[in-house]
């Protein structure tokens, strides 16, 4: 019997919130498990969640904003604490292998310090990872891009953030992460999906329906709705019924747990 959820630690957007965490996912697919994205407090929430610190197999980060990034400093020293052993798998942008590397080393937070083996992994666009059985493959969005296009600065450095492709025994999940425009959705829609996680931050629910619909895609989990939209959440759930009448969805809180098969 399947055993397939995705539990939401963190919905919120990049604002400061009272009551929404930032980004935070645990996948368990099959007898995989891994957490994408730390944003804070991740170390909490996952302790809330009650599964035990040693079952991800890996921590995936789509980019390296701190409402995606700023919690993996204590969920990596949660797990030292809580005596994890096994061998951890972080998987982030290749800009960002050497200066996180540099951050660990500052929060000793290296080995031999640390009681598990901390793999350090570059994600590349196209090329997949695996997690157990579990295929991510991850893809650029142009968010990073757009955002220093709209501050008018000229990039110094290339910066990279993804969206991913998550493929488990037939089952296909897209996860969007930060979108630069609602077109970068586009790469994961070309085939049927079984859920699609998707950010309400960036762009209207209009811009986003209108790429969403007449897809074949089961369900979506609005998540990381900007801060209008959440707290205006009732007429949103409205809105999101009226532009995407097709297709079930839901807007998750933290905590919530999606199940899937």
Not at 67 to 82: C, I, N, Y
Request: hydrophobic letters at 40%; glycine letters at 8%.
């Amino acid at each position: 019997m399947r055993n397939d959820s995705v539990i939401c630690l963190g919905v919120g957007d990049g604002w400061p919130s009272a009551d929404r965490n930032h980004s935070a996912y645990v996948y368990r697919l099959g007898n995989a498990c891994f957490v994408l994205d730390a944003g804070e407090p991740v170390c909490r929430a996952y302790k809330l969640s009650g599964l035990s610190f040693d079952a991800p197999e890996a921590i995936v980060l789509s980019h390296l904003h701190a409402d995606h990034f700023g919690g993996l400093l204590m969920l990596l020293q949660g797990m030292w604490v809580e005596g994890r052993t096994k061998p951890l798998r972080l998987y982030l942008p290749a800009h960002a292998l050497e200066p996180v590397r540099a951050v660990l080393k500052e929060a000793t937070l290296y080995q031999p310090l640390l009681p598990y083996k901390l793999h350090l992994r570059p994600l590349r666009a196209g090329k997949p990872i695996r997690i157990g059985e579990v295929k991510v493959t991850p893809f650029e969005s142009t968010h990073l891009v757009e955002l220093e296009k709209r501050r008018g600065l000229k990039p110094t450095r290339r910066l990279v953030s993804y969206l991913f492709l998550i493929e488990s025994r037939g089952l296909r999940i897209g996860h969007s992460s930060d979108l630069g425009s609602p077109d970068d959705l586009r790469v994961l829609l070309d085939k049927p999906l079984d859920l699609l996680i998707c950010e309400l931050a960036h762009f209207t629910p209009q811009q986003v329906c209108a790429v969403l619909s007449g897809q074949k895609i089961k369900r979506v989990a609005f998540v990381h709705l900007a801060r209008s939209y959440w707290s205006a959440l009732p007429a949103t759930r409205k809105l999101l019924a009226r532009l995407l009448p097709d297709i079930p969805h839901c807007v998750p809180s933290d905590g919530e747990v999606i199940t899937l098969g």
